[in-house]
């Protein structure tokens, strides 16, 4: 079941002679529960790749379509509740606030989305997580790999539809970030939502079900890794 397409996508900065292309005419789809990795060498356009399905930055031309809505045909309040409710954004620098605790980061999409809080799904996240001893740690407490969890835990709280990771293990050793692709992965498969990552680790990107192969703003390669379970 199809739960992205993406339609002749392009994103233009700049004008004139200081114009950049970073995507020209991208088109794919993904599957329902699939794991999705991107590469691509920097400035091949991954990352605004990204940020247009994340609902983050329009698009320059072209759509975006998650489970058959068309995502950029939004007003900008419409949109703002879009990301909220249907993505989990993951970065490479956590992005969390300094002066909350671990709990108050993971649950602010929700209640900055005036909802309540779902106790259990925030247990449960922290048991998963091993944060549950360190919930009330603020974020200059903790260790880069416990950081880039609670952002993991503040992706996952409003159970998204796709959750979308821009190098998501980039700040971290090669221990904490082969812990941060499992948990990613077993929070594909648990929860069934669409994961997809930039990365420049090819080890990671072969965990995938499928490998996206950016340059120049175009796909180069497509390749299936796995079926979709």
């Known amino acids: 079941m199809e739960i992205l397409k993406i339609e002749n996508l392009s994103k233009i ?13 991208v088109s794919f789809s993904v599957e329902k529960g699939e794991f999705l990795a991107i590469i691509g060498p920097s400035g091949s356009g991954k990352s605004t790749l990204l940020h ?13 379509y998650m489970n058959g809505q068309d995502v950029y045909a939004q007003d900008e309040e ?14 490479q620098f956590y992005n969390l606030i300094p002066v909350l605790n671990v709990v108050e980061n993971m649950t602010l999409p929700v209640l900055m989305d005036g909802r309540e809080v779902n106790e259990e799904r925030l247990n ?8 549950t001893e360190r919930k009330n740690n603020l974020p ?27 190098e998501p ?7 904490n970030s082969q812990e941060i692709v499992e948990l990613l992965k077993m929070s594909n498969k648990k929860y069934g939502q ?31 890794i796995r079926e979709v379970k």
């Open 13 to 25: 900065y700049g004008s004139g002679e200081n114009e950049v292309k970073a995507l020209d005419d």
């Open 52 to 64: 247009i399905l994340g609902g983050v930055d329009r698009p320059t031309s072209g759509k975006v």
């Open 78 to 91: 419409k949109l703002a509740i879009f990301r909220r409710r249907h993505v989990g954004l993951i970065y």
């Open 124 to 131: 449960e996240l922290l048991t998963t997580l091993s944060l």
């Open 140 to 166: 200059n407490q903790l260790s880069g790999g416990q950081q880039q969890r609670v952002s993991i835990g503040r992706a996952l709280m409003n159970a998204p539809a796709v959750v979308l990771a821009d």
């Open 169 to 175: 293990t980039g700040n971290l050793d090669s221990k």
């Open 194 to 224: 669409t994961l997809i990552i930039i990365t420049h680790d090819e080890s990671i990107a072969l965990r995938a079900d499928r490998i996206i192969s950016i340059e120049d703003g175009h796909i180069v390669k497509d390749e299936r």
